[in-house]
């Protein structure tokens, strides 16, 4: 499944200052389909290449940064249980540097 | 039948905006819990604001107001905010940019370059002014001097100053601040972890100094952080946005974290917080620093020098750790120490991005 993930708000310094990432992702074996908690995962062994507690805390993200798929806050589509289709957009942007 | 699930769960639960009913709701607003569309979110969010500037009568007509931009997230809402709820209401302010430049290779250089896209993109005079012309020396040369240890106390202490001069060579009427309401809950918390009264008292103030040369406001003492950012990418606002490489920080990081953790469980957490600083009552019997004027320079100061002279003094004569320490506060002598340790506490406690007014 190839997505689009995007980094703002200074987590894109987690990895290598690149902001926007095209990506191809398989959904889990046996799952039906791609979940955000699935690719929180993929994110944190492929994309983030240093400080991860700054993107992860938990089995979620860090308290603070703001998650959107399809410019849609994921408090709105059950965040980590959020379903994730072909050519999706998600955006993770920290609140948490410099005001 | 999982298919429909999804595709349902996807889109928000298909949720229609609750304000309108029309569009596609964008976000869950923190202070209410409601779901709500981009456009709406706009209105509320702008609206609130100027309920605020009214309610409190921040501002009057023909007023000169400088935003303290330093190119992040919160100013750089709030340089866009303010002009536009300035046209649409006639404000008939007149708005500046101002700007420090500690002097901090890699990171204070860059993020005036956003503040300078900003003075063209929302058409405010920007006004710089530099610890270098201030004080003789930049936060590189001082960290150099110093190490990493201390240098978010002259970071702090001089910014604060180079505000004010700024404003006064500006000949603002006030100085407001993109301060939000994360980043007060934040200092509430830090005041009481402290012990430090005079500021806990003082920090929820919306305007602050109205008896110094020039008075400071947080338009955005209500706002959150979540929705401050938002409207930043909805709108597609230019800020910059890097760590101070000089800013360890980790008590102010750890409070941080904290409020961040009770947001999750509990949004409203950040408003009863500063309720709480709001209702906090100073018992009569508890001394007070009193302002006068630092002897060296004028700045006002509860000492006979400044913090700025202090430190610049220790600095000037190769002993930088002058003015850091924290004082001991002895049990046996307390009273007679409390006026001088609020006064010398607050220089070891200040910190990078100081929120203390
Ligand atoms: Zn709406
Ligand atoms: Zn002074
Ligand atoms: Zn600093």
């Known amino acids: 499944m190839q997505l689009t993930v995007e980094f703002g708000g200074g987590l894109e310094l987690l990895c290598n200052s690149v902001k926007i990432h095209n990506i191809n992702i398989e959904t889990p074996k046996g799952a039906q389909q791609l979940a955000m908690r699935d690719l929180l995962v993929w994110v944190q062994n492929n994309l983030i290449k240093e400080r991860p507690e700054m993107f992860i805390k938990g089995d979620t993200v860090r308290p603070g940064v703001l998650v959107l798929v399809n410019d849609c806050d994921w408090e709105l589509s059950g965040q980590l249980d959020t379903t994730l289709e072909e050519k999706d957009v998600v955006v993770f942007i920290s609140t948490l540097h410099g005001g | 039948m999982a298919e429909s699930h999804a595709k349902v769960q996807k889109v928000g639960g298909g949720r229609l905006c609750c304000i309108c009913n029309e569009r596609r709701a964008a976000l869950k607003r923190p202070k209410t819990l409601e779901q709500i569309c ?87 005079p920007l006004k710089i002014v530099s610890y270098k012309d ?76 109205e008896d110094g040369p020039i008075p400071r406001c947080k338009p955005f003492k209500y706002t959150y952080e979540k929705e401050i950012v938002m409207y930043a990418y909805f709108k597609r606002l230019d800020y910059f946005s890097t760590e101070c490489i000089y800013s360890p920080n980790a008590y102010r990081g750890f409070a941080r974290e904290f409020i961040k953790d009770l947001e999750r469980i509990r949004p409203r957490a950040i408003l009863d917080i500063i309720k709480s600083g709001e209702n906090f009552r100073i018992a009569t019997s508890t001394k007070m620093p009193e302002q006068g004027t630092c002897e060296r320079c004028g700045y006002i100061s509860s000492q006979k020098w400044c913090k700025a002279c202090v430190l610049l003094e220790g600095l000037n004569r190769g002993l930088p750790k002058l003015g850091i320490g924290r004082t001991r506060v002895l049990d046996k002598d307390q009273k007679k120490d409390l006026k001088q340790s609020i006064g010398t506490k607050s220089i070891a406690s200040k910190q990078c991005g100081s929120l203390d007014f």
């Open chain 2, 134 to 209: 201030l004080y003789g020396w930049t936060m590189d040369e001082i960290v150099k001097i110093i190490g990493l240890k201390n240098n978010c106390t002259f970071c702090g202490v001089f910014r604060r100053q180079a505000l004010d001069r700024g404003a006064s060579l500006l000949k603002v009427d006030k100085l407001v601040t993109g301060h939000n309401a994360d980043d007060i809950a934040e200092t509430v918390l830090l005041n009481i972890l402290r012990g430090d009264i005079a500021r806990l008292s003082r920090c929820t103030a919306i305007t602050t100094g």
């Open chain 2, 38 to 124: 981009r456009e709406c979110f706009f209105a509320v969010f702008e609206e609130e604001i100027h309920q605020v500037i009214v309610e409190n009568q921040l501002f009057n007509p023909g007023e000169r107001i400088a935003i303290g931009a330093s190119g992040g997230k919160d100013s750089t809402v709030l340089a866009y905010v303010l002009s536009e709820l300035n046209r649409r209401h006639d404000y008939r302010l007149d708005l500046f940019l101002l700007s420090v430049d500690e002097g901090i290779t890699g990171y204070r250089d860059d993020s005036l370059e956003t503040v300078k896209r900003n003075e063209i993109q929302y058409g405010l």
